[in-house]
C-alpha cells in the first residue's frame, strides 16, 4: 500500500494500551471538528466529529475531547488494537470562497504491536 | 468499499504531459471535493462542487481544472505536469450539509 506518514509524528504503543492523539487547530471560530483513520492504501475513513458546543463526545472505543480555551483536539483510543495502526487526521470546518471545507491537519501515525 | 470510486489507482506519466482523474460520488452525494495528497503537505483541498457547479476553491494550481457532469461523476484535469504534481489524489463526496465526507481509495500519480 501507500505510505503517507514518513515525516509525520509517531505513536508507538502496545497492544491494549489507550492512545491519545493530540491535534492544534488554528481558527478559533471553527465550530465543527471531524477525525479521520487513512490506512496504507486506502482514503480516509471519518471516524468520529464533534461540535464546538461539546467538550467531549464517545462512541465505539473512541473518544473525541475539545479544548477551545487552547485550540486543542484530542482522539483517544481504548483498548488500542493492531487494526487501530493507521495514520490519524483532525480536520476543521473552514471557509473557502463562501463556502465550508475540511481542512486536514498534518496526521499522526499510529503504530500498534501486538 | 466506501461507495466512491476513483480511477485510475494508479497513473505514470511524463512531465509536461496532461491527465484526467475520475470519481464517481456516492449514490444522493451532491457534492464531490478533490483532494492532493503529498508526504511533505499532507492532505491540500483542491476544489469542491455541488449539483454540477463549482463550490469552493483551494489551493488549485491553473494548470488543474475540474468538472461534474449532470449524472454527478466529476473530473480533476492535470495539466503541463510537473515532477512536483506527483501525488496521491483524492476524491471525497457529502449530501448537502454534511461535513462526514466520504473519500475513495486515490489515484496514485507519478510524473517522470
Not at chain 2, 36 to 64: C, P, T, V
Request: glycine share 10%; hydrophobic share 30%; aromatic share 10%.
Amino acid at each position: 500500500g501507500e505510505s503517507v506518514g514518513l515525516h509525520l509524528p509517531t505513536l508507538s504503543v502496545q497492544e491494549g494500551d489507550n492512545s491519545i492523539i493530540n491535534c492544534a487547530y488554528s481558527n478559533s471560530a471553527s465550530d465543527y471538528f471531524i477525525w479521520y483513520k487513512q490506512e496504507s492504501g486506502k482514503g480516509p475513513q471519518f471516524i468520529i466529529d464533534i461540535r464546538s458546543n461539546m467538550d467531549k463526545r464517545q462512541g465505539q472505543r473512541v473518544t473525541v475531547l475539545l479544548n477551545k480555551t487552547v485550540k486543542h483536539l484530542s482522539l483517544q483510543i481504548a483498548a488500542t488494537q493492531p487494526g487501530d495502526s493507521a495514520v490519524y487526521f483532525c480536520a476543521e470546518k473552514k471557509m473557502n470562497s463562501g463556502y465550508s471545507t475540511l481542512t486536514f491537519g498534518k496526521g499522526t501515525m499510529l503504530l500498534v504491536s501486538p | 468499499d466506501s461507495g466512491v470510486t476513483q480511477t485510475p489507482k494508479h497513473l505514470i506519466t511524463a512531465t509536461g504531459q496532461r491527465v484526467t482523474l475520475r470519481c464517481s460520488p456516492r449514490s444522493g452525494d451532491l457534492s464531490v471535493y478533490w483532494y492532493q495528497q503529498s508526504l511533505d503537505q499532507g492532505l491540500q483541498f483542491l476544489i469542491q462542487y455541488y449539483n454540477g457547479e463549482e463550490r469552493a476553491k483551494g489551493n488549485i494550481l491553473e494548470r488543474f481544472s475540474a468538472q461534474q457532469f449532470p449524472d454527478l461523476h466529476s473530473e480533476l484535469n492535470l495539466s503541463s505536469l510537473e515532477l512536483g504534481d506527483s501525488a496521491l489524489y483524492f476524491c471525497a463526496s457529502s449530501v448537502a450539509g454534511s461535513y462526514g465526507y466520504t473519500f475513495g481509495s486515490g489515484t496514485r500519480l507519478t510524473v517522470v
